[in-house]
T-cell receptor
Framework: DSGVTQTPKHLITATGQRVTLRCSPR?????VYWYQQSLDQGLQFLIQ???????AKGNILERFSAQQFPDLHSELNLSSLELGDSALYFC??????????????FGAGSRLTVL | GQQLNQSPQSMFIQEGEDVSMNCTSS?????WLWYKQDPGEGPVLLIA?????ELTSNGRLTAQFGITRKDSFLNISASIPSDVGIYFC???????????FGKGTRLSVIA
């Protein structure tokens, strides 16, 4: 157990729907990162939050949004889902504000299947 | 977005063999990390490198931060079945830039 908790573990939904993925960071970590892993792709950085504020944005689609709450848990909202959104979504956390200077601890991921 | 070039994409080796994989970047990095992902799990950190030329070991694993700062290598000696998984390199230019990941090397070990 890495200490980073992600729910749900699996999610199956239809195109056009909206889902919310949830992440609780490791105790003491202030930064939360979201990554997408598609088949045969590496980990694509989506977005980072530090202590409730957005810190960095990667290849995140406009249909996707995220936020970090005062208790530091984070949610990733995916809307108007398309077949191509099917992927593993990972949350990671670190103590500091910079992923480059801090080691990331990953959760077990949420597997999203869009039918 | 920026991505690292990781090779090989996959490897099939006999138990007991040594393994080498590498990662290259067109940009200079100040941090190199190596992660392993087991099936159904998230990536787990194996080794972190912070200085050009640095050579660091973690059991049977050894990783090096290339002196050009544009590459890194991971070696696994005397492979065992539990080494099976996907190995990812990751790098960062500065503390303020997000970590960039390679596409991974999928390792299969034949007993």
């Amino acid at each position: 157990d890495s200490g980073v908790t992600q729910t749900p573990k699996h999610l199956i939904t239809a195109t056009g729907q909206r889902v919310t993925l949830r992440c609780s960071p490791r105790s003491g970590d202030l930064s939360v990162y979201w990554y997408q892993q598609s088949l045969d792709q590496g980990l694509q950085f989506l977005i980072q939050y530090y202590n409730g504020e957005e810190r960095a944005k990667g290849n995140i689609l406009e249909r996707f949004s995220a936020q970090q709450f005062p208790d530091l848990h984070s949610e990733l909202n995916l809307s108007s889902l398309e077949l191509g959104d099917s992927a593993l979504y990972f949350c990671a956390s670190s103590w500091g504000v910079s992923s480059g200077a801090n080691v990331l601890t990953f959760g077990a991921g949420s597997r999203l299947t869009v039918l | 977005g920026q991505q690292l070039n990781q090779s090989p994409q996959s490897m099939f080796i006999q138990e007991g063999e040594d393994v080498s994989m590498n990662c290259t970047s067109s940009s200079i990095f100040n941090t190199w990390l190596w992660y392993k992902q087991d099936p159904g799990e998230g990536p787990v950190l194996l080794i972190a490198l912070y200085k050009a030329g640095e050579l660091t070991s973690n059991g049977r694993l050894t990783a090096q931060f290339g002196i050009t700062r544009k590459d890194s290598f991971l070696n696994i000696s005397a492979s065992i079945p539990s080494d099976v998984g996907i190995y990812f390199c990751a790098g960062s230019y500065s503390g303020n830039t997000p970590l960039v990941f390679g596409k991974g090397t999928r390792l299969s070990v034949i007993a």
